[in-house]
Nanobody, 124 residues
Framework: QVQLVESGGRLVQAGDSLRLSCAVS??????????IGWFRQAPGKEREFVAA???????VSYADSMKGRFTIAKDNTNTVHLQMNGLKPDDTAVYSC????????????????WGQGTQVTVSS
């Protein structure tokens, strides 16, 4: 069973940078076409895709609105990071990581395992 734990969310000021982390069980990175994605959900809004990465870390996918500002990467400790630069108040949301068995897809319906989320708040 895939286990994911997010960390790094906090209150920051507009323009700041922040790195979120998602710790994934080591055994799951080598299983099938596992993909790890980041999603976010703001109050009153639908959950939206942010970025995803393959189990090898070689293939990445970004939502168009995130490209150039957010970067996803995987390190050698089986942790997936989301580097967030130039944060804006509209980025305020609960950020969650999730795992799918269909690679780094942008389809939220393909993600079957979810972390509990970490709150990111960006003040103006």
């Amino acid at each position: 069973q895939v286990q994911l734990v997010e960390s790094g969310g906090r209150l920051v000021q507009a323009g700041d940078s922040l790195r979120l982390s998602c710790a994934v069980s080591e055994r799951d990175f080598g299983v099938g076409s596992l993909g790890i994605g980041w999603f976010r959900q703001a109050p009153g809004k639908e959950r939206e895709f942010v970025a995803a990465i393959s189990r090898s870390g070689d293939v990445v996918s970004y939502a168009d609105s995130m490209k150039g500002r957010f970067t996803i990467a995987k390190d050698n400790t089986n942790t997936v990071h989301l580097q967030m630069n130039g944060l804006k108040p509209d980025d305020t949301a609960v950020y969650s990581c999730a795992a799918s068995m269909f690679g780094p897809t942008q389809d939220v319906r393909k993600y079957n395992y979810w972390g509990q989320g970490t709150q990111v708040t960006v003040s103006s």
